[in-house]
Structure formats: C-alpha cells, structure tokens
C-alpha cells in the first residue's frame, strides 16, 4: 500500500472463460463472483471490486494493561488499572445525567475512550507507561453530541475520578490546575515530586467524526489508539472510511502538526502573534513532536534519533533552533515539492500499523526483502481459512507462479511496495519461499470484508450467504496467483466443498 501502483496491468487474466469454466456448476458461487466483481472480462485487480473495502474492521493496536497508575510511584493501596477506572468513572457520569436524560442509559459501556498525547505516545513507542517520559494523563472521551461542553459533564467526571481514586488511597493534589489554570484531578509523582493531571477531552460522536482532526475533533487514527472492544466499529463503517481517505486524513493530521510545531520553534514571540503560540511550549519538546512526526511516517532510524535528542540535548535555544531547522525540519516538511514522500511514508506505516494490529505476534512483519531491485516489506500472512480454500483451487487450476507454486503451497503473505502477486525467497528465518500479495488485498481476503458484502448484497435484495461469499474469494485468490490457467468444469466440484 505505500506506493499503491495500480496491479491490474500485471495480475493476469479472470477472463471469462476461465470463469465460466470455475463456476458453471456452481450457479449460487456464480452469483457471488458477480455480486463481487464489477467486471470480469478484463484482468482482475483490486479497482475492479463493486464493493471497495473499509479501512477495515478496528482492532485495538495497543493493549490497555500497560495502562496503570504505579503504587510505587504515586502511592495509594494497588497498582490501578486506568481504562477499567476511566471506563467506571464514564459510566457512573452517564448515569448520574441518566437522571434527567433517560436515553442516556443507552450508552453505558458503549462510549470510546483513548489515551491521548505523550501518555498514548510512551506505551505505542516503549510498551508502556514511561513516567519520566510524560506529563499528563490525557484522555478522550467520546460521547454522544448532546452532551456539550458546557453541560457539565466534565465536571462530574472530575468529581467522579475524585471519588474513585480515593477507594484506591490514591489523593489529588488539592487546587490541583493545568497550564491554563483550569482545574483538574492532580496526583503527585512521590520519586520525582513532578505532578502528573488527568485532561479529559470530550469528543462528540456525529455522523461522520472519525474523519475529522485527530487532535481537535476526534478523528480515528490507527497509529495509537485504545478504544473497548467493537465500540469504535459502528462509527468507522458509518464514515466509510476508505483507503485513499485514510491517507489523505493523515496527511491533513500531519501537516497540521508540522505547522504548529514550526510556529512554536520559529514563529514570533512577540506582539499579537504571542497570543498563538501555545502556552507551556518548551523548546526542547520540539524533538518530541518531531519524533512523533518521524513515527507516523515509519522513519525508525530517525524518531530514535529525535528521541535521544530529547532525552540529552543541554545546549542553548538558539542551537536547538539551528539544530532543528537545519538537520529535521527539512526533512520533515511536508512542502509541495515533498508531498509525494509523505504520501509514501504515510501510507507504508499504515500498512504495517494494520498488519501489526491484526497479528501482533508476527515476527515478520516490517521485514524488508529485495525483489527485482524494489524492497519489499512484509506484512501478515493471508488468514488460514482463505489461503486453504485458495490452495486448493490452486492445485486444480494449476500454476504460473515460479517453481510450480511452491509458495502458495508454503507461505502466503501480503506485502507493501508491491503491483502484483510475485514469489520470493525469504531467508532461513522466514522459512524459505512465500507467495506475497499486494497489501490492498489485506482489506479483501478478511472476515470484515465477508460482512460487509452481505450486509451489501441484504441491502440490495440479493441475499448472499457468506460462506458464499468466501468461496467466491477463494476463485479470486487462486485467480491471482495462477493467472490466465484454464479450468475445466469438472475441476470446479472442489469449490462447493470449501
């Protein structure tokens, strides 16, 4: 997905014989290959979908145990869990305005929440909550839009999470206020004496806000975020949010960020201009924000390198503004001339955040392999249910992949940077030969996919089961990767036992 070449020049023929041979048995299958294709006749390539695919089914990319409020640093009874705390403290909020709003009940437990800021950052980068690395517990809270701001909720909550925290002897800094000086629920750092203040930012759930600004409306983000189980779904298939979308929202998001740190670092101080420069700003926090920057883009190499900065740099504010003009904001700029660079950028670490999500265990995953002078940069395997289902049409159709096959039979991967379905040879880690599939096809050949189809096919009046519908796949994943092979009616029997 990061350079996104159109793939339907090189994935070979579905002609229409090859088709009609595949499903002339199977009527009902023939249906779905339809329902799913917008044409068959021409080569097979992810723009020929009827059904272009969501930014896919949301899985939580961070896991909320690393989460918790240390009893060796911040005294109190236990360690405390925070989303389970958050997620009481929300709750009992909607029920005490429950009273007056009834409807209200509804949304008990169902309300995202998500770490925000440098707390979010410290556990997506390290794991977990560094504490010498953050300063506030920030967190959105996303609830329903008739709620407001000056509804006094936020208050509530604070009183609640006052509450709460007590049960845990955990006790807030009295006259606890941010930067601002608006009051906030403050706990001190007992090693330190540094004082860490819950933010709550409310977010209003309308139509459609997932697409706004991650920082100022809420908008979704992969890159770190925390959200309960399924509770974020609804609003991403209500938005559809596609591919293309998701891309351009991030570049929106990134731009935005860029501009903001560069007027801190370099924008007047002085006169009317003061009145936009964001309170607080510390100038060495310029290599926090550079980092994150670097970090949505993928650059590793350099986030880690603006990390140590950060961490060591003691020089004077006129070196650092030098050092951070000269040596990172070039590089960072998403000027005209770099927007294709960014594009890029945005768009491969996105691939491997996706694939990250869905298979956190998998070693391989961001590993780069050379292929025909391109690297190449894995990512999941294909799901087991469709590389089987696909083998085993493979095997009938016959292959023209190199060395028979051998990789559709071994391993199947999807794979960023890539236009179409190729082989290569991993190394004595990788567990040698893999078939690997342009990264768009992630979205396709995956059960969130499977429903939105037949969700599609119910609100069309063409019912299409969704064993149906995987079957259907299974022809366009064999289709793939032994382009053009002819298939007589009786190899087509298989696919009805899938």
């Not at 290569?424 to 342009?438: C, F, I, M, N, R």
Request: glycine share 8%.
């Amino acid at each position: 997905m990061a350079t996104r070449r159109p793939s339907s020049k090189n994935n070979g023929s579905i002609g229409q014989e090859t088709v009609r041979a595949l499903l002339a048995r199977k009527p009902a299958l023939r249906r779905a290959v339809e329902f799913l294709l917008a044409r068959t006749e021409q080569n097979l390539s992810f723009q020929d979908l009827r059904i272009q695919p969501l930014i896919g089914g949301h899985c939580n990319l961070i896991r909320e145990e690393p989460f918790f409020l240390p009893k060796e640093r911040l005294g109190g009874s236990q360690d405390v869990a925070m989303v389970p705390l958050l997620r009481t403290v929300v709750d009992e909020t909607l029920r005490a305005f429950a009273a007056t709003s009834p409807h209200l009940l509804q949304y008990v437990g169902k309300t995202p929440i998500s770490p925000y800021g440098s707390l979010a950052l410290s556990v997506s980068r390290w794991g977990y909550v560094d504490w010498d690395y953050i300063r506030d517990l920030d967190w959105r809270i996303f609830l329903p839009p008739e709620i407001g701001h000056v509804s006094g909720f936020k208050s509530e909550l604070e009183r609640t999470l006052t509450r709460e925290l007590r049960k845990f002897q955990l006790h807030a800094v009295l006259g606890g206020k941010d930067e601002q000086g608006v009051a906030q629920v403050q706990l001190r750092d007992q090693r330190t004496e540094e004082v860490h203040g819950f933010h709550f930012f409310l977010i209003a759930m309308k139509p459609g806000f997932v697409r706004g600004n991650i920082h100022h409306d809420g908008g979704y983000s992969p890159h770190f975020a925390y959200f309960p189980q399924g509770s974020f779904d609804e609003y991403l298939a209500s938005s559809d949010l596609q591919w293309s979308d998701m891309i351009a929202q991030q570049r929106e998001d990134y731009i935005a960020m860029f501009s903001q740190l560069s007027f801190n670092i370099f924008g007047e101080s002085s006169g009317e201009d003061r009145l936009y420069k964001t309170r607080g700003w510390y100038l060495n926090k310029a290599f926090k924000w550079y980092a994150t920057l670097a970090r949505v883009r993928g650059l590793s190499s350099l986030e880690e390198d603006l990390m140590y900065q950060y961490e060591n740099f003691r020089g004077s504010a006129e070196e650092l503004s030098y050092l951070a003009r000269y040596r990172y904001y070039g590089r960072m700029s998403p000027s005209p001339q770099h927007l294709d660079d960014v594009d890029r950028d945005l768009a491969r670490a996105l691939s491997i955040a996706y694939a990250r999500g869905r298979d956190s265990e998998d070693s391989l995953v961001g590993k780069q392999v050379s292929l025909d002078g391109a690297e190449i940069i894995l990512l999941e395997r294909v799901p087991e249910r469709f590389h089987a289902a696909g083998s085993k049409l493979f095997k009938r159709a016959g292959s023209s992949l190199p060395d028979e096959g051998k990789g559709f039979a071994g391993q199947l991967r999807f794979a960023d940077n890539l236009a179409a379905p190729s082989s290569v040879q991993l190394d004595k880690h990788g567990q040698g030969q893999a078939a690997l599939l342009p990264a768009e096809w992630s979205m396709v050949f995956c059960d969130a996919y499977v429903r939105r189809v037949a969700e599609k096919a119910r609100e069309e009046s063409r019912p299409i089961a969704e064993d149906e519908i995987r079957q259907a796949l299974a022809v366009m994943l064999a289709s793939l990767l032994c382009p053009g092979s002819q298939v007589s009616d009786g190899r087509a029997d298989a696919i009805g036992s899938e």
